[in-house]
């Protein structure tokens, strides 16, 4: 897999740029609150970088990378659901890849679940922060009877699941009532590095589940390959996009503080070295004279062995983790 078979540059350009402007228009940073470590709850930290004029600080005790001060759930809200650069996000930039994320990216999840969860049980599945509701599609051809329900806040997206006929909850995770201890299993895909609060999303994601219930949950990794060596130039770092960035060891410590038990915790990312690569060769950064010369001679076989070695060391920028809420499912609702 390419990074431009999912995310075309010039387009993904061009809603950066939207992006900036959103900020310009929505956000009071007079208004921004300081936090403590979303993971580990420490204040002592050190300053990193500023985008967009956001501050990056990293956790002295855990070094989770994050925003403070940083806006309130409300305006984040308001961002999500009603900003020109979603709308551009779904119709410029999702729309004209999405049979190829398809392909690359939800139908491989899919599988991982349905293969994890292969009794093909009448399961309620949730899938947090759905989008076009991709994932819960091809999750619906592996255990065909489940019950989905795609949780979405921005109304065009939502408006596309409801039209697939899939229960759709058109609000965030946070908004949900009367749906306690409800589901057997929960996804959320590259979400929980957007959200203001994330112990409070997963305090919420846990009263969801039944007792034995299962999330499924992937987000970036500060301690990643592409993301070390790039930095504050990183694309992916990018607010009020990412606000929060863990890494193994404090995403462990934030699921077992919510009250989760870990099942497994991988770094299963294909496109370090391609994010890298992309950025020397169309984006003219200079990252010193071995990657410059990796990526001017070295052939494509050096560099799937490069992106192969990353991951299964866990040094990947893309992580995923697989927790259980205590207690037992039974195998049919």
């Not at 979303?38 to 005790?61: M, Q, R, V, W």
């Not at 999303?201 to 009263?207: G, I, T």
Request: with cysteine; glycine share 4%; hydrophobic share 35%.
């Amino acid at each position: 897999m390419k990074e431009e078979e999912i995310r075309k540059r010039v387009v993904f350009n061009k809603y950066l740029e939207l992006v900036e402007k959103d900020v310009k228009k929505i956000f009071d940073f007079k208004s921004f609150t300081e936090i403590s470590c979303p993971a580990c709850d420490s204040n002592s930290h050190d300053y990193e970088f500023e985008k967009l004029g956001f501050t990056y600080i990293s956790c002295k005790s855990c070094s989770t990378l994050y925003v403070s001060p940083r806006p309130s759930f409300e305006v984040l809200n308001k961002f999500y659901s009603r900003s020109l650069s979603t709308s551009f996000w779904v119709n410029e930039f999702f729309k004209p890849v999405a049979e190829t994320r398809r392909e690359k990216i939800f139908r491989p999840r899919s599988e991982y679940v349905s293969k994890l969860f292969s009794e093909n049980w009448e399961w309620v599945i949730g899938d947090i922060g759905a989008g076009v509701g991709l994932f819960l599609e091809e999750l619906k051809k592996k255990l065909p009877d489940c019950y989905c329900v795609a949780i979405e806040p921005s109304p065009e997206m939502a408006d596309i699941c409801s039209n697939k006929k899939l229960d759709t909850k058109r609000m965030c995770l946070e908004e949900i009532k009367g749906m306690e201890e409800n589901f057997d299993l929960l996804t959320a895909f590259e979400l929980l590095d957007h959200l203001y609060e994330p112990i409070s999303f997963l305090e919420k994601v846990y009263s969801l589940l039944k007792p034995g219930g299962y999330m499924f949950l992937t987000t970036l990794n500060c301690r990643g390959f592409d993301i070390l060596l790039l930095w504050e130039k990183s694309k992916i770092v990018i607010p009020p996009l990412h606000l929060n960035f863990f890494n193994m060891e404090s995403l462990k410590y934030l699921m077992i503080k919510a009250g989760f038990e870990i099942i497994e915790i991988l770094t299963p990312g294909k496109l370090d070295w391609d994010i890298v690569e992309g950025m020397i060769k169309s984006e003219g950064i200079d990252l010193g004279r071995f990657w410059n010369l990796l990526s001017d001679e070295k052939d494509e076989g050096c560099k799937k062995e490069l992106q192969e070695w990353i991951s299964r060391n866990n040094l990947s920028s893309h992580m995923s983790i697989l927790v259980k809420k205590p207690g037992t499912l039974s195998s049919h609702n």
